[in-house]
């Protein structure tokens, strides 16, 4: 039994409704619930970031940094969250320096508290800049490690990383389990050995998606984890998180302290309940996205990975290779120098190995994202690429010396800025530009049209 007191992150905001609905829950629909998830006593709320900003910009009609205050408007009294590509901010990219800075104090001057900083591949050198200036701000910095199993992501390749992101003055670690992988074993046995290493608070975040979550959580509280990161249970399992009453009375009956309101959690589960049956209903929640898939521990590709190729295939008309794609997956990543599966490099890896099925020839046909992969624009890989798929995809094209974003140009704020014109309105819409220019622009147009309506319509009840 122990006393300790352990945190509860909620994500229903984020990555709930990002792993099982695609992120479609719009802003009208959390509002009148706010209030009360303030009230709970949450360590934080992840409520922004990841695919949020691009979803409300491009399906829900929303400006993400509009959204962001009226977050910080009705939870005032609660750490709100975001989740930080590093290099690529919410993209799928490398951005400049500067770029990265802005969109940094942007966020926190906006409301966010804590930045969970993460990378696809594990390379510290494209969090130092994002985690620097989150600091300079007075924002919780969280450094988050990317999970995943093969030869080189060993024990102590984690604790070496944990010790980097504690030098650059990262506020806490955060354990990010995107596939649902990480078995209470294996758990416990990386939170002991980061916990023996670096003295900072240790956040574990994983998903339902092979049914160890529950139990990975627990072993993991045992060893030392500070907080976990959970869904109110109408958005729990499946692909999302463990459910945030059940392991709230699960840990108070173990003997940890958890300072959050139960007769609370129910009630904003209750609130959750019809809003989850309406989109079960309209087939946005598709059942599938609620299973559990044991094999995931064997392919370990994410659940947005699975949708995602089967997609592909099913454009291409090619959904019978599906099986034949789910066993190149892994080769692909072995090649590549087994890239964690999260975005960008799930997509990448994907990809390619749907390209390799399809053509009947490993790597006859690359993308642009690969070649510039193995050329080193996204960073360091884990273990060095295979040399001879290396040479055969770069052909002439030489590989980058040191760090890719230091080669990018240092104008793109001022540029986008002229681009936009009086379409943008503050620094927050260039961003948006920036990080999402068609779809970006297309909002701020349809902005400018219902603007110009409303004072049309102002104009002839005056003349009235």
């Not at 370990?300 to 949708?307: A, D, Y």
């Not at 793109?412 to 819409?429: C, R, V």
């Amino acid at each position: 039994m122990s006393n300790r007191t352990i945190g509860l992150t909620e994500t229903i905001l984020r990555d709930a409704s990002q792993s099982l609905i695609a992120t479609r829950l719009s802003f009208d629909k959390m509002e009148p619930i706010l209030s009360e998830l303030d009230k709970a006593g949450y360590y934080s709320i992840e409520c922004w970031g990841g695919a949020t900003f691009d979803v409300c910009l491009r399906f829900l009609d929303e400006d993400p940094w509009e959204r962001l205050r009226k977050f910080k408007a009705a939870m005032p009294n609660t750490k709100l969250q975001m989740l930080f590509r590093g290099q690529n901010i919410l993209g799928y990219k490398h951005y400049p320096d500067d770029i990265v800075r802005r969109f940094v104090r942007a966020s926190v001057r906006n409301g966010i508290d804590i930045i969970r900083f993460f990378d696809a591949l594990n390379d510290s050198e494209n969090l130092k800049v994002a985690v620097e200036t989150a600091v300079e701000e007075g924002a919780m910095a969280s450094g988050a490690i990317s999970y995943t199993t093969s030869p080189v992501h060993t024990l102590d390749a984690y604790v070496k990383l944990a010790k980097e992101l504690q030098a650059m003055g990262v506020s806490t670690i955060c354990i990010k389990d995107m596939a649902g992988i990480l078995t209470p074993a294996n758990a416990y046995n990386l939170v002991a050995a980061i916990k023996d290493a670096v003295d900072l608070p240790l956040i574990v975040h994983t998903h339902c998606t092979t049914g160890m979550a529950y139990l990975t959580y627990l072993k993991a509280v045992e060893a030392g984890a500070d907080v976990i990161d959970t869904a109110i249970s109408p958005f729990s399992g499946g692909t999302s998180q463990p459910a945030t009453e059940t392991m709230c009375v699960a840990l108070k009956e173990l003997g940890y302290n958890v300072d959050v309101d139960e007769k609370l959690l129910y009630k904003i589960a209750d609130y959750f309940k019809p809003i989850r049956a309406e989109y079960i209903e309209d087939g946005t929640l598709n059942p599938i996205s609620l299973a559990t898939d044991a094999q995931g521990l064997d392919h370990q590709i994410p659940g947005g990975m699975l949708s995602n190729l089967l997609s592909q295939l099913t454009m291409l008309g090619a959904i019978d290779k599906y099986e034949e794609a789910l066993k190149e997956t892994p080769r692909v990543r072995a090649d590549l120098g087994y890239p964690p599966l999260v975005t960008p490099t799930s997509q990448l890896v994907g990809t390619q190995a749907v390209q390799n099925v399809l053509a009947g020839e490993r790597y006859k046909n690359v993308g642009q994202e690969i070649r510039a992969y193995c050329r080193g624009e996204y960073g360091r890989t884990p273990a060095p690429i295979d040399p001879e798929i290396r040479a055969k995809i770069l052909g002439t094209d030489v590989p980058v010396e040191g760090r890719f974003a230091a080669t990018l140009p240092t104008d793109t704020f001022e540029k986008a800025e002229a681009e936009l014109g009086d379409m943008a309105k503050s620094e927050e819409d260039v961003l948006s530009y920036i990080a999402f220019p068609p779809v970006a622009e297309a909002f701020f147009k349809a902005r400018k049209e219902r603007e110009e309506q409303k004072v049309a319509y102002s104009i002839t009840k005056v003349e009235e």
